[in-house]
C-alpha cells in the first residue's frame, strides 16, 4: 500500500506562485500525476510524469504555467505553479500508479490518492 500527502496549498492572489509537494510512504510507487477539482465541476488532470521522469506532460490550460517534478531520493511528487489564474481554484490531488500505463489522463489509471489540498486564487 502507497499513502500520499499533499502540503503546499493556500489563498494566493492572481499572478502569484505555489508549490505543492506530495510525500508517499509505503511501498515504491510508479508514475504519478495531479489533478484538480473545481467546486461543482468533475476531477480533471493537470500533470503527468512518468516513473524515470523522462517524460512528463500537462493539461492545455496549465501549459507553460506549471511544472511537475519527482524527487526519488525524498519519494515526492511536486507542482510548481506560477501565473495563477482565479480559474485555477481547486482541491488538488496527488496519484500515483502501480506501475506505469499510457492512458495517464484518465483517473482510473492510478491506484493511490493523497486527500487534496486546497488551492484558492483571488482575482
Known amino acids: 500500500q502507497v499513502q500520499l500527502v499533499e502540503t503546499g496549498g493556500g489563498l494566493v492572489q492572481a499572478g502569484g506562485s505555489l508549490r505543492l509537494s506530495c510525500v508517499a510512504s509505503?511501498?515504491?510507487?510508479?508514475?504519478s500525476g495531479w489533478f484538480c477539482h473545481p467546486l461543482g465541476l468533475v476531477r480533471e488532470f493537470v500533470a503527468f510524469?512518468?516513473?524515470?521522469?523522462?517524460?512528463?506532460d500537462y493539461a492545455e490550460s496549465v501549459k507553460g504555467r506549471f511544472t511537475i517534478s519527482r524527487d526519488h531520493t525524498k519519494n515526492t511528487v511536486n507542482l510548481q505553479m506560477i501565473s495563477l489564474k482565479p480559474e485555477d481554484t481547486a482541491v488538488y490531488y496527488c496519484?500515483?500508479?502501480?506501475?506505469?500505463?499510457?492512458?495517464?489522463?484518465?483517473?482510473?489509471?492510478?491506484?493511490?490518492w493523497g486527500q487534496g489540498t486546497q488551492v484558492t486564487v483571488s482575482s
Open positions: 510524469i512518468r516513473l524515470n521522469g523522462g517524460r512528463t
Open positions: 496519484a500515483a500508479m502501480r506501475g506505469d500505463f499510457s492512458d495517464y489522463r484518465s483517473q482510473l489509471q492510478y491506484a493511490y
Open positions: 509505503g511501498r515504491t510507487f510508479g508514475s
